[in-house]
């Protein structure tokens, strides 16, 4: 048993090393016959290092063609940044698609993480995020109006955290939630992907010191997403937030 684990992790390593250094994104794979004879492993073995690979997200199976290299992923990583500036950040061009721009009023759900008071008036936001023409993330967005009056007065702004900074609310710090999901109908439909496929939904809210300045809630690729998180020793012990009625 450990000899057979051992002719699946070259098998898997070696693909990993071809994805890498020597295949393009959309090249296929060499097929289970070469590989079995190459490494001298049965077919299950090759195809044990194959699924570890697809479920890393380096290779894609496509029905009927074969296996072959998956577009890279971009790293999400979780700081205080606008959409297109991580997309130019990675040398893409960013754009949006908007779907609705509207003054609504606020729910309690996005009144609660504005700290406003339920219907109060609020900007709307819904677009399609892409890159280099691709769609990568659905995303929608609330503003409350008071603090941006005018805002879609000459239509959506490029880039709502330079709004933000050029009246004065410079965007500088924030909290994410992000768990994994299956995409629904609507946005598979939005992101070019099939129903059901896995996503990364993510939740922020955005200060400008102690004024709450954006609310959003995107749902992004996760074939083309992975989540990176830097680390660093805190300076300080880390206190557990506490819910009411704890002590």
Request: hydrophobic share 40%; charged share 30%; net charge negative.
């Amino acid at each position: 048993m450990a000899g057979q684990g051992l002719k699946y992790v070259k098998v898997r390593d070696h693909l990993r090393s071809l994805v890498t250094h020597e295949l393009a994104v959309g090249d296929p794979i060499p097929s289970e016959r070469i590989l079995c004879e190459q490494f001298g492993v049965s077919r299950m073995t090759v195809r044990q290092a194959v699924d570890a690979l697809v479920v890393e997200g380096l290779l894609v199976r496509e029905q009927g063609r074969g296996t072959f290299v998956a577009p890279i992923k971009v790293d999400l990583e979780v700081r205080l940044s606008s959409f297109d500036e991580e997309m130019q950040r990675r040398g893409m061009t960013p754009s949006s698609k908007v779907l609705a721009s509207e003054i609504v009023d606020a729910t309690p759900d996005v009144a609660d993480a504005l700290e406003l008071l339920p219907g109060e008036r609020v900007y709307s936001l819904y677009r399609v995020r892409l890159a280099d023409g691709e769609p990568m993330a659905v995303e929608q967005s609330w503003l409350p109006t008071r603090l941006v009056p005018g805002l879609f007065d000459d239509g959506v702004p490029e880039s709502l955290y330079g709004e933000l900074r050029r009246r004065g609310l410079d965007p500088d710090w924030g909290e994410d939630v992000v768990a994994a999901a299956e995409a629904d109908g609507e946005d598979a439909a939005l992101l070019g992907i099939e129903p059901g496929k896995a996503v990364l939904r993510l939740t922020r809210r955005t200060f400008a010191g102690q004024v709450a300045t954006v609310y959003s809630r995107s749902v992004y690729r996760a074939d083309r997403y992975v989540l990176w998180v830097p680390l660093r020793r805190p300076q300080r012990p880390l206190i557990p937030r506490t819910t009411k009625g704890e002590r």
